[in-house]
C-alpha cells in the first residue's frame, strides 16, 4: 500500500505571497492532520479534517487554513507569507478521527522556506 | 498543552541503554511514540493505553503512569539504527495528539 506523499517536496516563497502544499493519505485513510515542523518546537497541531469537515483545530492564525476532498485528499493553505512560517509541513493520514487508539502515518513533509 | 520532554539529547555508544520521559500536566488517554531520522517522515513506535499497559518494539519498550501523567521509552542495549529525535504525542481531553519538542539520541560505535 503507498504511504502518504506530499507535493511539492520544496517549496521557496516570498513574503507576502501564498502558497498551497497538498496531501494525498493512505488509500482508505478518512483522516488527515497538518503539523508544522520548526527546529527545537517539535510538530505543532495545525488542524485536522475528517470526511471533508474540520474536526480540530491548533493555535495558528487565520492565515494558515485547509480543505480535505471526497476522496480524503487535503490541501493546506497559507496566506500573506511571514518569515517565521519557515518550517516542514507534515501531513499525517489515519483510519479514523486521530484519536485515542489510531495511529498516524505521516508523510515526507513539504519543506517551505520564506525570503 | 504540549507534552514535556526529556532530556532534550542524548549521546550512548551502542549496547548502552537510555530512558526518554514524556510529562503532560493534563490527563492523558494515550500516549503515541515516534521516531524521525535526519530527513525522513516520523514513523510510528507504539501506541500505550490508559491503564498502564506497556509496549515494546525491538528492543524498545514504554511504560505509562496513569497516576503521574507520564510516560516513558526505553532504549535498551542501543543499535546505530536507533538514532534519530524521539517524539512523543500525547492524547487527553482536548481530542487532538499533541507532541512534545523531542530528544535527539545519537548512537555512536
Known amino acids: 500500500k503507498a504511504g502518504v506523499t506530499q507535493t511539492p517536496r520544496y517549496l521557496i516563497k516570498t513574503r507576502g505571497q501564498q502558497v498551497t502544499l497538498s496531501c494525498s493519505p493512505i488509500?482508505?485513510?478518512?483522516?488527515v492532520s497538518w503539523y508544522q515542523q520548526t527546529p527545537g518546537q517539535g510538530l505543532q497541531f495545525l488542524f485536522e479534517?475528517?470526511?471533508?469537515?474540520?474536526?480540530n483545530k491548533g493555535n495558528f492564525p487565520g492565515r494558515f487554513s485547509g480543505r480535505q476532498f471526497s476522496n480524503s485528499r487535503s490541501e493546506m493553505n497559507v496566506s500573506t507569507l511571514e518569515l517565521g512560517d519557515s518550517a516542514l509541513y507534515l501531513c499525517?493520514?489515519?483510519?479514523?478521527?486521530?484519536?485515542?487508539?489510531?495511529?498516524?502515518?505521516f508523510g515526507p513533509g513539504t519543506r517551505l522556506t520564506v525570503l | 498543552q504540549q507534552p514535556v520532554q526529556s532530556p532534550q539529547a542524548v549521546i550512548l555508544r551502542e549496547g548502552e541503554d537510555a530512558v526518554i520521559n514524556c510529562s503532560s500536566s493534563?490527563?492523558?488517554?494515550?500516549v503515541h511514540w515516534y521516531r524521525q531520522k535526519h530527513g525522513e517522515a516520523p514513523v510510528f513506535l507504539m501506541i500505550?493505553?490508559?491503564?498502564?499497559e506497556q509496549k515494546g518494539h525491538e528492543k524498545i519498550s514504554a511504560s505509562f503512569n496513569e497516576k503521574k501523567q507520564q510516560s516513558s521509552l526505553y532504549l535498551t542495549a542501543s543499535q546505530l539504527s536507533y538514532s534519530g529525535t524521539y517524539f512523543c504525542?500525547?492524547?487527553?481531553?482536548?481530542?487532538?495528539?499533541?507532541f512534545g519538542a523531542g530528544t535527539t539520541v545519537t548512537v555512536r560505535a
Open positions: 488509500s482508505g485513510h478518512r483522516s
Open positions: 493534563k490527563a492523558l488517554y494515550s
Open positions: 500505550l493505553l490508559k491503564g498502564g
Open positions: 479534517y475528517f470526511s471533508e469537515t474540520q474536526r
Open positions: 499525517a493520514s489515519s483510519l479514523e478521527l486521530a484519536g485515542i487508539t489510531d495511529t498516524q502515518y
Open positions: 504525542g500525547t492524547y487527553t481531553n482536548d481530542y487532538k495528539l499533541s
